[in-house]
């Protein structure tokens, strides 16, 4: 099992340029998360997709970010434009998300964006 | 919404000895709590989880409690190594939930 995978690992980016970040669940996992962490507010969750439906995107900050899931095995998070306050590690997760239960969510190595 | 409180937010041992880092949360409905320990430019990974059903659950060196009527749960981690530091988050979730509510960490430094 390859784990969550994530792409880029490293971006630099200039102010006002489009970020796109991308993610491959873990095979046979129905549940996706996106994550940002900095040292100020910690572990945020962005946005939910289960079954490449988006579930609850109360998370993004603003419009400037969107995310998709077009197919079970890929997700991007775009921000366009991208500012300085957006540099943060971005981390996708999956879950297997069984019925009746909340299962261990299994983190990607993440993106580590800085916009200059 | 879930509210999760971690602490202390730094914590040094000395290797051999006992850490322990203790975590509350406000959601009574709450069912599931991870603990994810994150090394420095390293993803989180779980080390150990319970659910509420439970009130101790134990991984060689490492436990994991919870009181569930003081809402509050402890990580910990006997004999400590070197390896061992990193930093610890908890979080829960709560059955009508679906997202992680994370701590805010916890860097634990085990000196030889």
């Known amino acids: 099992d390859a784990g969550v995978i994530q792409s880029p690992r490293h971006e630099v980016t200039e102010m006002g340029q489009e970020v796109t970040l991308r993610c491959k669940p873990i095979?046979?996992?129905?549940?996706l998360f996106w994550y940002r962490q900095t040292m100020m507010r910690g572990l945020e969750l962005l946005i939910y997709?289960?079954?490449?439906?988006?579930?609850?995107d109360s998370g993004m900050p603003e419009d400037r970010f969107s995310a998709k899931m077009p197919n079970a095995s890929f997700s991007t998070l775009k921000i366009q434009p991208s500012e300085p306050r957006d540099s943060a590690v971005y981390f996708c997760a999956s879950s297997p998300r069984l019925a009746g239960s909340r299962d261990t969510q299994y983190f990607g190595p993440g993106t580590r964006l800085t916009v200059l | 919404g879930e509210n999760v409180e971690q602490h202390p937010s730094t914590l040094s041992v000395q290797e051999g000895d006992s850490a322990v880092i203790k975590c509350t949360y406000s959601?009574?409905?709450?069912?599931?709590f991870p603990w994810y320990k994150q090394e420095l430019g390293k993803r989180p990974q779980l080390i150990i989880d319970?659910?509420?059903?439970?009130g101790e659950k134990k991984d060689q060196r490492i436990a994991v409690t919870l009181n569930k009527t003081a809402k509050h749960f402890s990580l910990h981690i006997t004999e400590t190594q070197p390896e061992d530091s990193a930093v610890y988050f908890c979080?829960?979730?709560?059955?009508?939930?679906?997202?992680?509510?994370f701590g805010k960490g916890t860097s634990l430094l085990v000196t030889p």
């Open positions: 979080a829960a979730i709560s059955n009508s939930g679906y997202a992680l509510n």
């Open positions: 997709f289960n079954n490449n439906v988006p579930i609850d």
């Open positions: 959601d009574s409905a709450s069912n599931y």
């Open positions: 095979s046979g996992h129905n549940s």
């Open positions: 319970i659910r509420s059903n439970v």
